[in-house]
């Protein structure tokens, strides 16, 4: 089945939604200021994660609890985030560690905590964006 959201085409495949490594999603802050972004999608982060600046810009928060978290550039306790995305045609409330993203390419990192909400990950899918 294919429809259009957010002029991305959203591919449906056994009641699961198709993402590829590289999404089109839109950050919803609590106050309705919204930030559309590129996101990287990440099957083995267990959690999601935004940009503090991201973060900041949209004023996301309060501060939930921290948590322990194993990166690339080490291990270190990151503060954690309740916010809500649209994914495809899904909009997921959940939780985010808040990272310096500032040198990375994506401001925002899809984890495991989101894509078990029913998406499947086809890494030759590209965006429309």
């Known amino acids: 089945m294919l429809r259009r959201a957010s002029d991305n085409i959203v591919i ?20 309705g200021k919204k930030k559309e972004v590129m996101a990287r999608i990440d099957t083995g982060a267990t959690k999601s994660s935004v940009d503090f600046q991201l973060a900041a810009d949209l004023e996301l928060g309060p501060i939930l609890k921290t948590k322990l978290v194993r990166s690339a550039s080490g291990t270190g306790l990151r503060p954690v985030v309740s916010a809500r995305i649209i994914l495809a045609d899904k909009e997921i409330k959940t939780e985010f560690t808040l990272a310096d993203r500032s040198n990375m390419k994506y401001r925002v990192l899809i984890g495991q905590n989101i894509l078990s909400q029913g998406f499947l990950i086809d890494p030759v899918k590209e965006s429309d964006r």
Do not use: H, M, Q, R
């Not at 009641?15 to 609590?30: A, C, M, S, Y």
């Open 12 to 31: 449906k495949y056994n009641k699961k939604t198709v993402v590829g490594l590289v999404e089109p999603i839109t950050v919803l802050g609590p106050k």
